[in-house]
Protein backbone atom coordinates (compact mmCIF):
# COMPACT_ATOMS: atom_id res chain seq x y z
CA UNK A 1 0.00 0.00 0.00
CA UNK A 2 1.55 3.26 -0.87
CA UNK A 3 0.22 6.96 0.27
CA UNK A 4 -1.77 7.36 -2.98
CA UNK A 5 -3.57 4.32 -2.85
CA UNK A 6 -6.52 4.55 -0.71
CA UNK A 7 -7.08 2.58 2.79
CA UNK A 8 -10.03 -0.14 2.03
CA UNK A 9 -12.06 -1.43 4.36
CA UNK A 10 -10.43 -4.57 4.61
CA UNK A 11 -7.28 -2.61 4.93
CA UNK A 12 -9.17 -0.41 8.68
CA UNK A 13 -10.38 -4.04 9.64
CA UNK A 14 -7.02 -5.81 9.28
CA UNK A 15 -5.44 -2.78 11.63
CA UNK A 16 -7.50 -3.32 14.31
CA UNK A 17 -8.56 -6.78 14.09
CA UNK A 18 -6.68 -9.19 16.79
CA UNK A 19 -5.16 -11.48 14.95
CA UNK A 20 -3.96 -14.49 17.11
CA UNK A 21 -5.61 -13.60 20.37
CA UNK A 22 -7.46 -15.58 22.67
CA UNK A 23 -11.13 -15.08 24.00
CA UNK A 24 -10.48 -13.20 27.87
CA UNK A 25 -13.08 -16.23 29.33
CA UNK A 26 -12.35 -19.14 27.59
CA UNK A 27 -9.37 -18.79 25.37
CA UNK A 28 -10.95 -20.04 21.89
CA UNK A 29 -9.67 -18.20 19.50
CA UNK A 30 -11.40 -14.44 19.17
CA UNK A 31 -14.01 -13.15 16.45
CA UNK A 32 -13.90 -9.59 16.86
CA UNK A 33 -15.50 -8.91 19.73
CA UNK A 34 -13.50 -6.50 21.91
CA UNK A 35 -13.94 -4.01 24.63
CA UNK A 36 -11.49 -1.14 25.05
CA UNK A 37 -11.04 1.07 28.38
CA UNK A 38 -12.71 4.04 27.91
CA UNK A 39 -11.06 6.15 30.52
CA UNK A 40 -7.64 6.01 29.02
CA UNK A 41 -6.79 8.33 26.46
CA UNK A 42 -3.42 7.09 25.89
CA UNK A 43 -2.49 4.55 23.12
CA UNK A 44 -2.14 1.50 23.37
CA UNK A 45 -5.49 1.45 25.51
CA UNK A 46 -6.11 -1.53 27.76
CA UNK A 47 -8.47 -4.05 25.83
CA UNK A 48 -9.83 -7.14 25.71
CA UNK A 49 -11.48 -9.80 23.08
CA UNK A 50 -13.72 -12.77 23.12
CA UNK A 51 -15.08 -14.98 20.68
CA UNK A 52 -18.55 -14.76 21.47
CA UNK A 53 -21.35 -11.88 22.56
CA UNK A 54 -21.71 -14.07 25.65
CA UNK A 55 -18.38 -14.16 26.58
CA UNK A 56 -18.17 -10.16 26.26
CA UNK A 57 -21.37 -10.01 27.73
CA UNK A 58 -20.10 -12.22 30.85
CA UNK A 59 -16.50 -10.40 31.21
CA UNK A 60 -18.36 -7.17 31.16
CA UNK A 61 -19.88 -7.74 34.14
CA UNK A 62 -17.27 -9.18 36.05
CA UNK A 63 -15.48 -6.02 34.79
CA UNK A 64 -17.96 -4.08 36.52
CA UNK A 65 -18.01 -5.85 39.82
CA UNK A 66 -14.63 -5.73 40.13
CA UNK A 67 -12.74 -4.32 37.38
CA UNK A 68 -9.13 -4.12 39.48
CA UNK A 69 -9.64 -8.01 40.55
CA UNK A 70 -6.18 -9.82 41.49
CA UNK A 71 -8.13 -12.61 42.85
CA UNK A 72 -9.78 -16.16 41.03
CA UNK A 73 -13.46 -15.13 41.02
CA UNK A 74 -15.80 -17.77 42.18
CA UNK A 75 -16.39 -18.95 38.25
CA UNK A 76 -12.61 -19.38 38.16
CA UNK A 77 -12.30 -21.21 41.15
CA UNK A 78 -15.64 -23.70 39.72
CA UNK A 79 -14.04 -23.97 36.28
CA UNK A 80 -10.78 -24.68 37.87
CA UNK A 81 -12.66 -27.64 40.20
CA UNK A 82 -14.19 -28.54 37.01
CA UNK A 83 -11.01 -28.96 35.21
CA UNK A 84 -9.51 -31.07 38.41
CA UNK A 85 -11.83 -33.52 37.61
CA UNK A 86 -10.62 -34.19 34.25
CA UNK A 87 -7.04 -33.92 34.51
CA UNK A 88 -7.25 -36.76 37.82
CA UNK A 89 -8.95 -38.96 34.95
CA UNK A 90 -5.70 -38.97 32.93
CA UNK A 91 -3.19 -39.05 35.92
CA UNK A 92 -5.17 -42.44 36.92
CA UNK A 93 -3.85 -44.13 33.64
CA UNK A 94 -0.52 -42.26 33.70
CA UNK A 95 -0.32 -43.00 37.09
CA UNK A 96 -0.40 -41.19 40.61
CA UNK A 97 2.75 -43.09 41.48
CA UNK A 98 4.51 -41.41 38.67
CA UNK A 99 7.39 -38.61 39.56
CA UNK A 100 6.42 -35.73 37.60
CA UNK A 101 10.41 -35.21 36.67
CA UNK A 102 9.72 -39.25 35.05
CA UNK A 103 6.68 -38.04 32.75
CA UNK A 104 7.20 -38.24 29.06
CA UNK A 105 6.85 -34.99 26.52
CA UNK A 106 3.83 -36.72 25.36
CA UNK A 107 1.88 -37.48 29.16
CA UNK A 108 3.17 -33.97 29.95
CA UNK A 109 1.69 -32.07 27.21
CA UNK A 110 -1.56 -34.45 27.12
CA UNK A 111 -1.91 -32.91 30.87
CA UNK A 112 -1.76 -29.30 29.83
CA UNK A 113 -3.86 -30.49 26.69
CA UNK A 114 -6.48 -31.48 29.26
CA UNK A 115 -6.06 -28.37 31.85
CA UNK A 116 -6.40 -25.84 29.06
CA UNK A 117 -9.51 -27.55 27.80
CA UNK A 118 -11.35 -28.46 31.00
CA UNK A 119 -11.11 -24.95 31.59
CA UNK A 120 -11.91 -23.66 28.38
CA UNK A 121 -14.97 -25.78 28.46
CA UNK A 122 -15.58 -25.13 32.18
CA UNK A 123 -15.49 -21.56 31.42
CA UNK A 124 -17.78 -21.51 28.51
CA UNK A 125 -20.97 -23.88 30.25
CA UNK A 126 -20.23 -21.14 33.39
CA UNK A 127 -20.92 -18.34 30.29
CA UNK A 128 -23.93 -19.51 29.03
CA UNK A 129 -25.58 -20.92 32.23
CA UNK A 130 -25.36 -16.94 33.19
CA UNK A 131 -26.61 -15.27 29.87
CA UNK A 132 -29.38 -15.60 28.63
CA UNK A 133 -29.57 -16.83 25.02
CA UNK A 134 -29.00 -14.54 21.96
CA UNK A 135 -32.27 -14.46 19.61
CA UNK A 136 -30.79 -14.15 16.23
Same mark, same amino acid.
Given at each position: ???????????????????????????? /??????????????? /?????????????????????????????????????????????????? #?????????????????????? #?????????????????????
Amino acid at each position: MTASTPITAEDRRRLWHPRGTLCAVCRQ /PTRGFGWFDPHRSKR /PRQSAWFCSMPCQSFWTRLARERFAMVDLTEEERAAITATMKRVALLMDE #IGWATPLAELTEAQVRALIEEA #IEGFREAMSDIVRAHTPEVPF
